[in-house]
């Protein structure tokens, strides 16, 4: 396993509603980065999060936003759901240095939006 | 051209089968790579780095050819067990802290 934990596991909502998910960092790790991973897509990058500042950012509205903690926690806010929106959500936690370092990822929030 | 691209499958091969990926890449200052594996339902896991021309790791071999911005994965003596997703990635920033990924590429090993 790799210490990042994410809650919920799965998740219903409805159109217009708001929606919060929560990921654990791995211990000694100071970056998350959050995906969003549609049925037979591959993951697609949403935004990234050092010392609690967002570090980076793909392509999403800005109703998705986020927060890290001190704690290196974070979480991923969704406002005004709308369907395209249902996908499983990751969560990588990782070492920020100059050099490349591996992302573990958690094993995924599951949101259904009806 | 899309910034990460692999073939689409899905690859239907007997164990003990050889089976190539191919994945392209748009960004020509990407300096490292990476073969990712999904398992349905759950998270990816590394299965590769690539930093040069290539890496080996047992019966899985990655190489890397940059004047064409091509990447390949290759799994010699199929296993059963290697029935997943492959997905290839490129670094978005240098510390490889935001991932781009391909669609993947589906494998299914039969006995």
């Known amino acids: 396993e790799t210490g990042v934990t994410q809650s919920p596991t799965h998740l219903i909502k409805t159109r217009g509603q708001q929606v919060t998910l929560r990921c654990s960092s791995q211990?000694?790790?100071?970056?998350v980065s959050w995906y969003q991973q549609a049925l037979g897509q591959g993951p697609q990058f949403i935004f990234q999060y050092y010392r609690e500042e967002e570090n980076g950012r793909g392509n999403f509205p800005p109703r998705f936003s986020g927060l890290q903690f001190p704690n290196y926690s974070s979480e991923l806010n969704v406002n005004a759901l709308e369907l395209d929106d249902s996908a499983l959500y990751l969560c990588?936690?990782?070492?920020?240095?100059?050099?490349?370092?591996?992302?573990?990822f958690g094993p995924g929030t599951r949101l259904t939006v009806l | 051209r899309k910034e990460v691209e692999q073939d689409p499958g899905p690859f239907n091969v007997p164990e003990g089968a050889t089976v190539a990926f191919n994945c392209t890449y748009s960004?020509?200052?990407?300096?490292?790579f990476f073969w990712y594996r999904q398992d349905c339902r759950k998270e990816p896991k590394l299965l590769m780095s690539v930093y040069s021309s290539g890496n080996e790791d047992g019966r899985f071999t990655a190489q890397l050819n940059r004047a064409s911005q091509y990447i390949s994965l290759l799994i010699r003596d199929s296993k059963l067990s290697d029935s997943a997703t492959y997905l290839c990635v490129v670094p978005l920033n240098q510390a490889g802290t935001a991932l781009i990924f391909g669609k993947g590429t589906t494998l299914s090993v039969s006995s």
């Open positions: 960004n020509s200052a990407s300096q490292s």
């Open positions: 211990s000694g790790h100071n970056t």
């Open positions: 990588a936690s990782s070492f920020f240095s100059r050099e490349t370092d591996t992302q573990y």
